[in-house]
């Protein structure tokens, strides 16, 4: 049988320009279903934005919809250079006087060792504080036994840090004399009640604590913490709390970051006061509540957008947006801007509608910030803007409200999920439709090549029969 490209050589018709014809308008169906499925997938891209600015619009929402939201406080230091602080969940507004005479330090015991040092026996190492009623005035809060028999000093150093306990060990090379190498045992945790003890190896053995401990013969005096150590270790860096006040109270601490101090207050100690405290300031974070709202209005004026450009006509280019007449872009818009535009009922906190704060709706629908305005409604001080967004009970505020839109919306029953749902199961068919369509066209089209071959072949032979004839009468006398 000839081939599609062999076909009216035997004719000299042009068949091959009829049979593509031919299967044009067969497969017209199938370009029509083609051109309805890009049609239904520009509709589900343009949903898939409404989905993901709907959400954008939901998190900026549920960002003020808890009067937590604005309780936002920020902390300013007259001297940052000794006391810096972080106000979170809890602060309140107030003014402290912070005085600063000592900052905590992890302690730091150093050993000198000669090149080719080894050890020999089990090193008991512990952290802990002085305390009179232990017997050697010691209570070690974590113990740990490590075998250095036979370990190099890099082996026991090794051996140290794999141990675990807090406390790290580090090599120095001094460089010179006959013992240039320093092992080095730092506690992690600071304070007077995380220091060290080394016992059972020699060149290792460190048992001086700082601080005093009572004295059992004298209520109300003390002693010098008992110890003892090796000739060749010694501290280099002493154990010691932070010592501060706060509006004339004493306090001590392990740590230069206190978090227990203040409620919801972190101070950061790192440098002496000098005897002139510090003036800590803890006030409203104004802008950190401007950012939010600021950021719940892009987000509205984000999808707003979205669903003007993928529903509006362009008359100058004749062309629609891909969801134009789209009923799931009219649902969208009344639920999110009635959920905006609706009033506070009872107006809680002084304010019952956007505008009153500053924010306010512009002929394309999209908000508009006065910052100065919106400013001057955070800071007034004789109403509250949180209540504007949160409601109070039995009222819902703004953001609650857009909030309880938008999951509804794109709730599994939702109008956004169903209808994007719906453009999938249809573009699915669609595609089933074409793939029948493509067997029957492949079909038609290899019965008319098989009837076109055999027109072809008939038409060649009837020619060279003619041909013959035409022959043979040629040579008649």
Do not use: C, W
């Not at 076909?7 to 009829?18: A, E, F, P, V």
């Amino acid at each position: 049988m000839a081939t599609f490209s062999s076909l009216g050589i035997g004719s000299n018709l042009d068949l091959n320009t009829l049979l593509d014809g031919l299967m044009k308008v067969e497969r017209q169906p199938i370009t029509l279903l083609q051109k309805q499925q890009t049609g239904l997938k520009s509709q589900l891209s343009a949903l898939g934005q409404v989905k993901s600015a709907l959400s954008a619009l939901q998190t900026a929402s549920d960002a003020l919809k808890t009067t937590a939201n604005f309780a936002a406080f920020k902390a300013t230091s007259s001297n940052a250079d000794a006391v810096t602080a972080t106000a979170a969940a809890g602060a309140v507004g107030g003014s402290y006087k912070v005085e600063v005479t000592q900052l905590a330090q992890a302690q730091k015991v150093m050993a000198s060792f000669a090149s080719g040092t080894t050890f020999h026996g089990t090193l008991k190492l512990e952290l802990g504080k002085p305390d009179a009623a232990e017997a050697d005035g010691f209570a070690a809060g974590k113990s740990v036994d490590i075998d250095l028999e036979g370990k190099s000093l890099a082996g026991a150093r090794d051996a140290i840090n794999a141990a675990g306990i807090g406390i790290t060990a580090t090599l120095i090379n001094e460089g010179s004399g006959a013992t240039p190498y320093r092992l080095v045992l730092t506690s992690q945790q600071g304070g007077a009640d995380n220091q060290i003890r080394a016992t059972g190896v020699s060149g290792l053995n460190y048992a001086s604590y700082n601080g005093t401990i009572p004295d059992p013969d004298n209520p109300g005096s003390t002693l010098p913490a008992p110890g003892s150590k090796d000739a060749n270790v010694s501290q280099a860096v002493a154990a010691q709390n932070a010592l501060f006040s706060i509006d004339g109270i004493a306090m001590s601490r392990s740590s230069n970051a206190v978090s227990d101090a203040i409620d919801g207050v972190t101070l950061n100690l790192s440098k002496l006061t000098s005897g002139t405290p510090a003036t800590l300031s803890i006030t409203k974070d104004a802008d950190a509540v401007a950012t939010k709202i600021n950021s719940f209005v892009k987000a509205y004026n984000d999808l707003n957008k979205i669903l003007r450009d993928t529903s509006a006509y362009n008359a100058d280019t004749k062309t629609a947006g891909a969801l134009s007449g789209d009923f799931s872009v009219r649902a969208v818009q009344d639920r999110v801007r009635n959920a905006t535009t609706a009033a506070v009922a009872g107006s809680p906190g002084g304010y019952a509608r956007l505008a009153d704060v500053g924010i306010s709706f512009e002929k394309d629908g999209s908000l508009k910030v006065d910052s100065s305005k919106l400013s001057a409604a955070i800071s007034d001080p004789a109403k509250d803007i949180s209540k504007l967004f949160t409601g109070i009970t039995g009222t819902t505020g703004v953001a609650e409200r857009v909030s309880t839109a938008a999951a509804a919306l794109l709730a599994t029953n939702g109008v956004v999920t169903t209808r994007t749902e719906g453009l999938t199961k249809g573009i699915s068919a669609i595609d089933t439709r074409i793939d029948e369509m493509e067997t029957r066209v492949t079909m038609v089209e290899e019965r008319y090549r098989r009837q076109f071959t055999a027109l072809d072949t008939s038409i060649g032979q009837m020619n060279i029969t003619s041909a013959y004839l035409q022959q043979q009468l040629a040579r008649l006398p």
